[in-house]
């Protein structure tokens, strides 16, 4: 294999190893945590707050018209008893029980309306309890498909690892220096193919006389405009 080619060769494997190695970090975020998962359970422990406070405002209510059957029925023992024969507090025992039992009333339509909308926070908690359960069911078979890719992935970038040293190995150190740093600096594309007489990357034609220096293989050529190592 030419010098050329051999640069051209370790290119593609480190390449492959980019890509490789970023698909793996993806693989491993992902395995770590799924968004679709997080929103649906914070969706749920959200709808199970308004649950609880709408059962919450409804219990102080029903304790607040338990005080007021209570009071309602002293007052109406009081009328009722015969233990009261005075005129005046007969009339005023008759206005309070009255005066309570619109307030009764008035709470009777509350609490309906909290019964409601206690109603209606469970059936939103339980639809999205149901949907919790159908994302987690669906991330289970993603993390079955997830740990398989990984395990694949880890063995491809073992064998990456492997041609990549025996690639390197086979370069002169000079050769090594020249791709690292154009590997740095140039977004990881150290050799551009001849392609129509033309570098591949830049689009530059290549003069003839590089043309044939090119093809030789036997020393490192780069591009007259982006400065890379023309294979």
Request: glycine letters at 4%; proline letters at 1%; one cysteine or more.
């Amino acid at each position: 294999m030419s010098r050329t080619s051999a640069l051209w060769h370790l290119q593609t494997i480190d390449q492959e190893l980019d890509d490789k190695t970023h698909r793996a970090r993806q693989v491993d975020d992902a395995l770590a945590n799924d968004p679709k998962v997080s929103a649906a359970r914070a969706a749920l422990e959200a709808d199970r707050k308004k649950l609880a406070e709408a059962r919450g405002a409804l219990r102080d209510r029903e304790l607040d018209a338990a005080g007021l059957d209570a009071k309602i029925k002293e007052l109406e023992n009081r009328l009722y008893d015969g233990r009261v024969s005075n005129p005046k507090e007969l009339d005023g025992l008759e206005k309070d029980a009255q005066m309570h039992k619109r307030r009764r009333s008035e709470m009777d339509d509350a609490l309906l309306a909290l019964m409601d909308s206690a109603d209606q926070a469970q059936r939103r908690a339980e639809e999205q309890a149901q949907s919790l359960r159908k994302i987690e069911e669906a991330r289970a078979g993603d993390v079955e498909r997830l740990t398989h890719e990984k395990e694949s992935l880890a063995k491809r970038l073992d064998e990456l690892a492997a041609q990549r040293e025996q690639a390197r190995a086979a370069l002169d150190a000079d050769a090594l220096r020249q791709y690292d740093y154009l590997r740095r600096t140039k977004a990881g594309r150290a050799v551009a193919q001849v392609k129509s007489e033309s570098c591949s990357v830049c689009g530059v034609a290549v003069a003839t006389g590089l043309l044939h220096r090119v093809r030789a293989g036997d020393e490192i050529v780069v591009c007259s405009s982006c400065d890379r190592i023309l294979a």
